[in-house]
């Protein structure tokens, strides 16, 4: 089983656990931060072949959509269990998140151990106001 991390969303975690047979989508309704705890839920959940984290075969994360600091948290999620698992992992845009079971060959192809970096969709707003 493959893990899919998208959060291009505001306020939303979508994951889903694929193969090239099937795949199981879940949308969570919550802040960005709380990532780990909606994974943990929803290989809990145990609507899918994955018994826990350990069974995963590669991660993708959506990387060029949504805020900066969910795509930071993303990739970061995904570089950790990539590392500690040495399993693939690959950045793709929200436009190849309908067809992630296309993209595992890609997935397989990448090097184990190489992390993945965000790639954000604009200029970063950090909260500064403009000085005249």
């Given at each position: 089983m493959y893990l899919?991390?998208?959060?291009?969303?505001?306020?939303?975690?979508?994951?889903?656990?694929?193969?090239?047979?099937?795949?199981?989508?879940?949308?969570?309704?919550?802040?960005?931060?709380?990532?780990?705890?909606?994974?943990?839920?929803?290989?809990k959940s145990k609507v899918h072949k994955v018994k826990s984290l350990?069974?995963?075969?590669?991660?993708?994360?959506?990387?060029?959509?949504?805020?900066?600091?969910?795509?930071?948290?993303?990739?970061?999620?995904?570089n950790t269990f990539g590392y500690v698992r040495r399993i693939p992992l690959l950045a793709i845009s929200v436009d190849d998140v309908d067809r992630v079971q296309e993209l595992i060959p890609k997935l397989l192809k990448q090097p184990k151990g190489q992390f993945i970096s965000a790639t954000y969709s604009g200029e970063p707003n950090i909260g500064r106001k403009k000085l005249n």
């Amino acid at each position: 089983m493959y893990l899919l991390i998208d959060m291009s969303e505001f306020d939303q975690v979508h994951l889903a656990l694929f193969d090239e047979q099937g795949r199981t989508d879940k949308i969570f309704e919550s802040r960005n931060r709380e990532l780990l705890f909606c994974i943990d839920e929803f290989i809990k959940s145990k609507v899918h072949k994955v018994k826990s984290l350990t069974d995963l075969k590669g991660i993708m994360v959506v990387v060029g959509s949504g805020s900066f600091t969910s795509e930071r948290i993303g990739c970061v999620v995904a570089n950790t269990f990539g590392y500690v698992r040495r399993i693939p992992l690959l950045a793709i845009s929200v436009d190849d998140v309908d067809r992630v079971q296309e993209l595992i060959p890609k997935l397989l192809k990448q090097p184990k151990g190489q992390f993945i970096s965000a790639t954000y969709s604009g200029e970063p707003n950090i909260g500064r106001k403009k000085l005249n």
